[in-house]
């Protein structure tokens, strides 16, 4: 209140104009003027309209509804307008006060009350000092004084309640607001699903009978154009013409006008609409995939064809250009999981966590770079990994994950042993990953390159688990701290490493 009539001249545009622009997008033509008043407390804008329904009648009703739940409808979009300029709505269904003119012109005009215990206060004797009189006089008012203090402390702690309970209440109506909000949203949602799901539902047969120009005489059967048929759980059937049967609209369109797919679908256009046909088709085109889908058998990966005439060159390029351990180069290729295909490419054997080869990873060791994955390779559910420490048949305590097959088996050499049992694993990205199974593992290590693109990866993969945390190598990646290491502890490099 003491603030009354001050206003933030760049705030009260802002205002100005997002109220100007609702008012044209809520009312458009039918504003006749709409005037800014700045010579009250507060700034308000008086808009006059023309209330015209859309039949182009006078028509106020159409407009505002003249129901509680239409007005408030209209305050929530115009809260809506204007909530980017930090101004917030009211308390939602609270009433609004006032004080009539009478009593506000009766109250001006009221003399202030006085204290009746200053009207007599005794007079000081003749003989009495300044300050033995200020003392008497002190005791004497000291009882009306502490009545007035009270009141005071009651009025304080009234107001501070008061500040409390509005505070409280408006809290509640921005919480309110963002149920309603939310409650909005799912409504959306369910529509959106209810859309979905009828998509991808057929027609009904009966409907698509019935344009056809067949009769239901008795349940389920259906006659004209010179047939009978029997229409019942999402199948129509012809018992005249050895059991002919179909299970979608498109076919029963087929069956009865004796055309091809093209006229149905062109049929069923005029008949039931765009909509109506486009969910046919779906339908159709779902079942028939089904069919294809199960009719087929079932992929099954077959890896690059190995070459023991390349696996030198192979061999070379590990031991000697990446400089990792050659028993545990030996091992892996003994076990099938690192070899060398008809192009000199080295191939690194992808495996579900359960160890069936489900694909490969290409690298190409004349220019160093990786290839990809071999044709036909799954992208998820495998990958190249190799496991130590602990028993076989113990649960898995540690997992540590690289972006490269030649980092994974760096990070392997470096970090070996491991006492728990630990599985190195190569993933691409955070898609590839396997979330249900490492959601499980105690720990896991997140041991991407030291580049901006891995680091961004790290933290996703953080995000995704919890429980991950991120190791970085000294150098660029961990095949650079290998090289280093190998060189400057060759003792520690040409230890026993045993993968299991």
């Given at each position: 209140p003491a603030n009354a009539g001050m206003y933030d001249k760049e705030r009260l545009e802002k205002w100005k104009t997002a109220s100007v622009n609702w008012l044209l997008s809520q009312y458009g033509d039918r504003i006749?003027?709409?005037?800014?008043?700045?010579?009250?407390?507060?700034?308000?804008?008086?808009?006059?309209?023309?209330?015209?329904?859309?039949?182009?009648?006078?028509?106020?009703?159409?407009?505002?509804?003249?129901?509680?739940?239409?007005?408030?409808?209209?305050?929530?979009?115009?809260?809506?307008?204007?909530?980017?300029?930090?101004?917030?709505?009211?308390?939602?269904?609270?009433?609004?006060?006032?004080?009539?003119?009478?009593?506000?012109?009766?109250?001006?005009?009221?003399?202030?009350?006085?204290?009746?215990?200053?009207?007599?206060?005794?007079?000081?004797?003749?003989?009495?000092?300044?300050?033995?009189?200020?003392?008497?006089?002190?005791?004497?008012?000291?009882?009306?004084?502490?009545?007035?203090?009270?009141?005071?402390?009651?009025?304080?702690?009234?107001?501070?309640?008061?500040?409390?309970?509005?505070?409280?209440?408006?809290?509640?109506?921005?919480?309110?607001?963002?149920?309603?909000?939310?409650?909005?949203?799912?409504?959306?949602?369910?529509?959106?699903?209810?859309?979905?799901?009828?998509?991808?539902?057929?027609l009904p047969l009966e409907d698509v009978a019935y344009e056809l120009g067949l009769d239901c005489n008795s349940k389920d059967i259906w006659q004209g154009q010179g047939y009978t048929l029997n229409i019942a759980d999402f199948r129509f059937y012809d018992n005249s013409c050895e059991g002919y049967s179909g299970s979608s609209a498109i076919d029963l369109v087929m069956y009865v006008n004796e055309c091809n797919f093209e006229k149905a679908v062109t049929w069923l256009r005029d008949r039931f609409g765009e909509e109506g046909m486009l969910q046919a088709v779906t339908h159709q085109a779902r079942e028939q995939a089904t069919k294809i889908a199960l009719a087929q058998p079932i992929f099954t990966f077959v890896p690059p064809m190995p070459d023991e005439n390349r696996w030198a060159a192979v061999q070379h390029y590990l031991l000697r250009e990446r400089h990792l351990p050659a028993n545990l180069v030996q091992a892996l290729h003994e076990q099938g999981l690192v070899y060398a295909d008809d192009r000199q490419n080295a191939v690194f054997v992808m495996r579900s966590l359960k160890g069936e080869t489900t694909g490969a990873m290409l690298w190409d060791v004349d220019d160093n770079k990786f290839l990809g994955l071999a044709k036909g390779s799954r992208s998820l559910s495998n990958w190249f990994w190799v496991g130590t420490g602990g028993v076989e048949e113990e649960p898995i305590k540690r997992v540590a994950i690289a972006n490269s097959p030649i980092d994974m088996l760096s990070l392997f050499a470096l970090t070996y042993p491991q006492g728990k049992r630990t599985i190195y694993l190569t993933s691409l990205d955070t898609r590839s990953l396997p979330i249900n199974f490492l959601n499980k593992v105690p720990e896991v290590i997140v041991a991407f390159d030291n580049t901006p693109v891995s680091n961004e990866t790290a933290k996703q993969i953080k995000q995704l688990l919890p429980q991950a945390t991120r190791k970085k190598p000294v150098t660029n990646n961990w095949n650079q701290q290998l090289i280093q290491t190998a060189q400057s502890q060759p003792l520690y490099y040409n230890q026993d490493l045993l993968i299991g």
């Open positions: 006749v003027s709409a005037e800014l008043h700045l010579d009250e407390s507060t700034p308000h804008i008086h808009a006059y309209l023309v209330p015209l329904d859309e039949r182009g009648k006078l028509n106020c009703r159409a407009l505002f509804g003249g129901t509680r739940y239409t007005l408030s409808s209209l305050q929530d979009s115009y809260a809506t307008a204007i909530a980017p300029l930090g101004l917030v709505r009211g308390i939602k269904g609270s009433r609004a006060t006032h004080t009539q003119i009478k009593q506000y012109y009766w109250d001006v005009n009221q003399e202030s009350p006085e204290l009746g215990c200053f009207r007599s206060l005794p007079s000081p004797h003749p003989t009495e000092s300044a300050s033995s009189y200020r003392e008497r006089i002190t005791i004497e008012l000291q009882p009306s004084l502490d009545i007035i203090n009270h009141l005071l402390s009651d009025r304080t702690l009234a107001l501070k309640q008061k500040q409390e309970a509005e505070q409280k209440a408006l809290a509640s109506e921005l919480e309110r607001q963002k149920l309603e909000q939310r409650l909005q949203e799912l409504e959306a949602d369910l529509q959106r699903l209810k859309a979905q799901v009828k998509q991808l539902r057929d």
